[in-house]
């Protein structure tokens, strides 16, 4: 065994032996940890104060306090936590099914995962940011964040602590940033100011739950409708094209006097008296407005917020009414110097036209356009000839002004679909809309080349301007732009080969139909006028008695060149060069005096039918006319019948003064070509029809198809019942007449009885 030498304080030195020194050894031990436990007791103690100091402590700042004992789940929730959340300390249990309740469903397992990281030593620290529902259905923005409290002995969390903050202002200042950002980049790259201004709109509704906004633009002093993707359609077409004024609601207002106006309740306030009914039924009930002014203070429009609850704005609404204008202007002002430098590249500056790149554009629209319909359409090339010489011998100016007076006389000469362009030097073009056929363009080009040609002074000079153009159409001589250009161009130089002052299309055989065609226009004018048209009757039999009743007058045109013209194609042509009205006038005028001629020959009881185009019979003078020629033979305007064809029907509601004013007259009306057209049958009766003729077209197949008798005997009986009488035109054979006449039809014109004749033809018929 050894000895040890120890020294104890306050003793000499002496010598110890080893079970001393042992026992010795102990007691040191058991004073050691009677110091330890002391101390130990003394540190729990001064954590408890800690931890009591810190609760303390967070209850006195502006941060909620969460505490959750992860042995027991509980969760401790202070009064700020819960407050933060707009409830009072009882209204929530100190759960954690509080937290998982309010926390908003898609950031919830993303802060349990974070959290369980925490605890489970993944991560060093607990920081998150998530979104709780305020009592008032709101979420607001919380920052959370969190410390683990370990046990003394087994160093395992037995506590999680941490505090709430709410972030809300902070995270909707980032939004609000973000956002006017997107915004402002949607404005550099051009986006459509419509979209931006509900970018806008949609921007600040999203901060105020309720809230809705719109932008109106001033136009002049209207209020244009800009965008309200939230508004309801029929509030923004009732509030557009409002003419401003200092009671004009609350954007009208403020864009008269350019100042804030906030109106609290809609209903009551008299700004909205006159125009209150737009708004109150779509519940809007407070509308405040900011002026959207430009860089320079001018305003250019309103901002709107409306709620559907009366209200006035709080700091930060007022505050966001403020920028939200201020955006909006940015938005108006770019769109406004967009729209004017459009409208300098899109209009020719000297003539007050559509550009050549106006021109383009509006020709490939109309290409997509017609592809899709399957339609065509004409595409002009004008240019002045000589055009040269005027600038050369009368210098620019007046060149300038001659060009500014054929662009006048194209603009008026050109319908108001077609659209006129100048292209450049005295080049013109003109996109023809809604060519029906092959003459369309042909009658508007040769309707400027007359108004161009009509003479002008300038500069004390008389000039007499004439052009040459070239017609192309879409598809058939070109189906792109520029193919369509080139094609109108060769025909515009064929124009000016041929000797200037005329027309040519692409295809030569059209500008020769073309040609043809208005040839034939001035023999028929001519013809009408000179009274050269001549009339034949065909007689119409009464079915039981075979009576002579009627005959029907018919136009030929036999002209020494083009020979008998059919009346289909003439009639056609009178009517589209606006010359049916004279030649009705003759018709009905040689009629009465034919029938006038019977009468005297010993025939009575004739009746004359005369056709009347529906383009004539909505013509007021029509009456006039056959009171003339009734008056001047003496004819009873009851031996006069008006055929008319069913598309008169459709426009009967204008027609209807006429209609009753023929009817005093004692005129009778038949219904031509029935059954053809689009009856209806409402119209029938009030146009006051006397008979119906049944077309040729069903009597032809009375006999081969079953279906066609059928419906002769439906519309006879139609006839009957409605109280007209009923003839049928075309009877050819015997057969056709038997089955009509079994049917009960009351009157028969046709070849088997009768031809188209002269009226002394009729005469002899009649008198045998
Ligand atoms: P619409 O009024 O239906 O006249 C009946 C047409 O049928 C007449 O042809 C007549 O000749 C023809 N027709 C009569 N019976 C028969 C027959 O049994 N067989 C055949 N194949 N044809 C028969 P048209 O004279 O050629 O007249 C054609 C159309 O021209 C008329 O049809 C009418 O719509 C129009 N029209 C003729 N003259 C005038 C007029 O002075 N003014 C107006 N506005 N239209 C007229
Ligand atoms: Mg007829
Ligand atoms: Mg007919």
Same mark, same amino acid.
């Given at each position: 065994?050894?000895?040890a030498?120890?020294?104890?304080?306050?003793?000499?030195? !002496?010598?110890?032996?080893?079970?001393?020194?042992?026992?010795?050894?102990?007691?040191?031990?058991?004073?050691?940890?009677s110091?330890l436990?002391?101390?130990a007791?003394?540190?729990?103690?001064?954590?408890?104060?800690?931890?009591?100091?810190?609760?303390?402590?967070?209850?006195?700042?502006?941060?909620?306090?969460?505490d959750?004992?992860?042995? /027991?789940?509980?969760?401790?929730?202070?009064?700020?936590?819960?407050?933060?959340?707009?409830y009072? *300390?009882?209204?929530?249990?100190?759960?954690f099914?509080?937290?998982?309740?309010?926390?908003?469903?898609d950031?919830k &397992? $993303?802060?349990?995962?974070?959290?369980?990281?925490?605890?489970?030593?993944? /991560?060093?620290? $607990?920081?998150?940011?998530?979104?709780?529902?305020?009592?008032?259905?709101?979420y607001?923005?919380?920052?959370?964040?969190?410390?683990?409290?370990?046990?003394?002995?087994?160093d395992?969390?037995?506590?999680?602590?941490?505090?709430?903050?709410?972030?809300?202002?902070?995270k909707?200042?980032e939004?609000?940033?973000?956002?006017?950002?997107?915004?402002?980049?949607?404005?550099?790259?051009?986006?459509?100011?419509?979209?931006?201004y509900?970018?806008? @709109?949609?921007?600040?509704?999203?901060?105020?739950?309720?809230?809705?906004?719109?932008?109106?633009?001033?136009?002049?002093?209207?209020?244009? +409708?800009?965008g309200?993707?939230?508004?309801?359609?029929?509030?923004?077409?009732?509030?557009?094209?409002?003419?401003?004024? *200092?009671?004009?609601?609350?954007?009208?207002?403020?864009?008269?006097?350019?100042?804030?106006?906030?109106?609290?309740?809609?209903?009551?306030?008299?700004?909205?008296?006159?125009?209150?009914?737009?708004?109150?039924? +779509?519940?809007?009930?407070?509308?405040?407005?900011?002026?959207?002014k430009?860089?320079?203070?001018?305003?250019?429009?309103?901002?709107?917020?409306?709620?559907?609850?009366?209200?006035?704005?709080n700091?930060?609404?007022?505050?966001?009414?403020?920028?939200?204008?201020?955006?909006?202007?940015?938005?108006?002002?770019?769109?406004?110097?967009?729209?004017?430098?459009?409208?300098?590249?899109?209009?020719?500056?000297?003539?007050?036209?559509?550009?050549?790149?106006?021109?383009?554009?509006?020709?490939?629209?109309?290409?997509?356009?017609?592809?899709?319909?399957?339609?065509?359409?004409?595409?002009?090339?004008?240019?002045?000839?000589?055009?040269?010489?005027?600038?050369?011998?009368?210098?620019?100016?007046?060149?300038?002004?001659?060009?500014?007076?054929?662009?006048?006389?194209?603009?008026?000469?050109?319908?108001?679909?077609?659209?006129?362009?100048?292209?450049?030097?005295?080049?013109?073009?003109?996109?023809?809309?809604?060519?029906?056929d092959?003459?369309?363009?042909a009658?508007?080009a040769?309707?400027?080349?007359?108004?161009?040609?009509?003479p002008?002074?300038?500069?004390?000079?008389?000039?007499?301007?004439?052009?040459?153009?070239?017609i @192309?159409?879409?598809?058939?001589?070109?189906?792109?732009?520029?193919?369509?250009?080139?094609?109108?161009?060769i025909?515009? $130089?064929?124009?000016?080969?041929?000797?200037?002052?005329?027309?040519?299309? $692409?295809?030569?055989?059209?500008?020769?139909?073309?040609?043809?065609?208005?040839?034939?226009?001035?023999?028929?004018?001519?013809?009408?006028?000179?009274?050269?048209?001549?009339?034949?009757?065909?007689?119409?039999?009464?079915?039981? /008695?075979?009576e002579?009743?009627?005959?029907?007058?018919?136009?030929?045109?036999?002209?020494?060149?083009?020979?008998?013209?059919?009346?289909?194609?003439?009639?056609?042509?009178?009517?589209?060069? #606006?010359?049916?009205?004279?030649l009705?006038?003759?018709?009905?005028?040689?009629?009465?005096?034919?029938?006038l001629?019977?009468?005297?020959? #010993?025939?009575?009881?004739?009746?004359?039918?005369v056709?009347?185009?529906?383009?004539?019979?909505?013509?007021?003078?029509l *009456?006039?006319?056959?009171?003339?020629s009734?008056?001047? /033979?003496?004819?009873?305007?009851?031996?006069?019948?008006?055929?008319?064809?069913?598309?008169?029907?459709?426009?009967?509601?204008?027609?209807?003064?006429?209609?009753?004013?023929?009817k005093?007259? #004692?005129?009778?009306?038949?219904?031509? &070509?029935? #059954?053809?057209?689009?009856?209806?049958?409402?119209?029938?009766k009030?146009?006051?029809?006397?008979?119906?003729?049944?077309?040729?077209?069903?009597?032809?197949?009375?006999?081969?198809d079953?279906?066609?008798?059928?419906l002769?005997?439906?519309?006879?009986?139609?006839?009957?019942?409605?109280g007209?009488?009923?003839?049928?035109?075309?009877?050819?054979?015997?057969?056709?007449?038997?089955?009509? !006449?079994?049917?009960?039809?009351?009157?028969?014109?046709?070849?088997?009885?009768?031809r188209?004749?002269?009226?002394?033809?009729?005469?002899?018929?009649?008198?045998?």
């Amino acid at each position: 065994m050894q000895c040890a030498a120890v020294f104890m304080p306050g003793d000499n030195m !002496k010598l110890i032996t080893p079970k001393a020194s042992l026992q010795i050894e102990i007691e040191q031990l058991k004073t050691e940890l009677s110091h330890l436990k002391a101390s130990a007791k003394k540190q729990s103690k001064k954590l408890k104060q800690s931890e009591q100091r810190f609760t303390l402590a967070m209850e006195g700042v502006n941060d909620g306090l969460w505490d959750w004992n992860l042995k /027991t789940n509980e969760v401790y929730y202070s009064q700020k936590w819960k407050s933060m959340l707009g409830y009072s *300390p009882e209204e929530l249990s100190d759960s954690f099914s509080t937290w998982e309740k309010l926390v908003h469903p898609d950031d919830k &397992d $993303y802060i349990l995962a974070k959290a369980m990281d925490y605890i489970e030593g993944r /991560t060093s620290s $607990y920081e998150v940011e998530m979104r709780m529902q305020h009592k008032n259905g709101q979420y607001v923005y919380v920052l959370s964040r969190g410390l683990l409290v370990k046990t003394e002995s087994n160093d395992k969390p037995c506590q999680f602590i941490g505090t709430h903050v709410n972030i809300t202002n902070r995270k909707r200042a980032e939004e609000l940033n973000e956002k006017n950002a997107e915004i402002l980049e949607m404005v550099a790259i051009g986006a459509p100011a419509s979209k931006v201004y509900d970018a806008i @709109a949609l921007l600040y509704e999203s901060r105020y739950p309720g809230m809705r906004c719109s932008m109106l633009e001033l136009h002049g002093s209207k209020l244009i +409708h800009g965008g309200a993707p939230s508004l309801p359609q029929a509030y923004c077409d009732a509030v557009s094209g409002l003419i401003y004024g *200092p009671h004009v609601g609350s954007c009208g207002t403020s864009t008269y006097t350019g100042k804030r106006v906030l109106v609290e309740d809609i209903e009551t306030d008299p700004k909205w008296k006159d125009i209150k009914q737009f708004a109150l039924p +779509h519940g809007l009930r407070s509308c405040w407005s900011e002026p959207i002014k430009n860089s320079q203070g001018e305003v250019l429009g309103a901002f709107g917020m409306y709620y559907n609850h009366p209200a006035l704005p709080n700091d930060e609404e007022l505050e966001d009414l403020r920028a939200a204008a201020r955006l909006a202007g940015i938005v108006m002002e770019r769109d406004q110097a967009q729209r004017t430098i459009k409208a300098l590249a899109y209009t020719d500056e000297l003539t007050g036209l559509s550009s050549r790149a106006s021109f383009c554009m509006h020709v490939d629209e109309m290409i997509s356009q017609s592809k899709r319909h399957g339609e065509r359409f004409g595409l002009m090339y004008v240019d002045l000839d000589n055009f040269k010489s005027v600038n050369d011998s009368l210098g620019h100016d007046v060149g300038d002004q001659l060009l500014k007076v054929v662009a006048n006389r194209l603009k008026e000469t050109c319908r108001d679909i077609d659209l006129v362009a100048r292209l450049g030097g005295d080049e013109f073009c003109v996109l023809i809309k809604e060519v029906s056929d092959d003459y369309d363009a042909a009658y508007v080009a040769q309707r400027c080349l007359e108004s161009i040609h009509k003479p002008l002074e300038l500069s004390a000079r008389k000039i007499i301007p004439e052009c040459s153009i070239g017609i @192309a159409y879409f598809p058939d001589d070109g189906e792109d732009l520029s193919r369509l250009l080139k094609a109108a161009d060769i025909s515009l $130089y064929d124009a000016k080969h041929k000797g200037k002052n005329q027309y040519a299309f $692409y295809k030569p055989e059209l500008t020769k139909r073309a040609e043809r065609q208005f040839y034939v226009e001035h023999l028929l004018r001519e013809a009408i006028l000179k009274q050269q048209l001549s009339l034949v009757y065909q007689p119409q039999f009464d079915v039981d /008695t075979g009576e002579l009743i009627g005959v029907e007058a018919l136009s030929r045109w036999n002209h020494r060149e083009l020979g008998e013209v059919p009346p289909t194609q003439f009639i056609e042509i009178a009517e589209k060069i #606006g010359m049916i009205k004279p030649l009705t006038q003759w018709v009905i005028a040689t009629a009465c005096e034919q029938l006038l001629m019977w009468h005297q020959q #010993g025939g009575s009881d004739l009746r004359v039918a005369v056709n009347v185009s529906p383009t004539l019979f909505s013509d007021k003078d029509l *009456p006039q006319m056959i009171k003339e020629s009734t008056g001047n /033979t003496g004819i009873d305007a009851s031996e006069l019948v008006l055929e008319v064809t069913e598309s008169v029907v459709h426009t009967s509601k204008s027609n209807l003064p006429i209609v009753k004013e023929l009817k005093q007259l #004692g005129t009778t009306l038949a219904l031509d &070509d029935f #059954g053809t057209g689009y009856s209806s049958f409402a119209s029938l009766k009030h146009l006051e029809i006397d008979s119906l003729k049944i077309d040729k077209y069903f009597v032809n197949d009375i006999l081969k198809d079953k279906n066609v008798l059928l419906l002769v005997e439906v519309m006879i009986d139609i006839g009957r019942r409605l109280g007209y009488r009923t003839i049928a035109e075309g009877v050819e054979s015997q057969e056709q007449f038997n089955v009509l !006449k079994s049917l009960g039809c009351d009157a028969i014109q046709g070849y088997l009885l009768g031809r188209p004749m002269p009226g002394y033809e009729i005469a002899k018929m009649q008198f045998h």
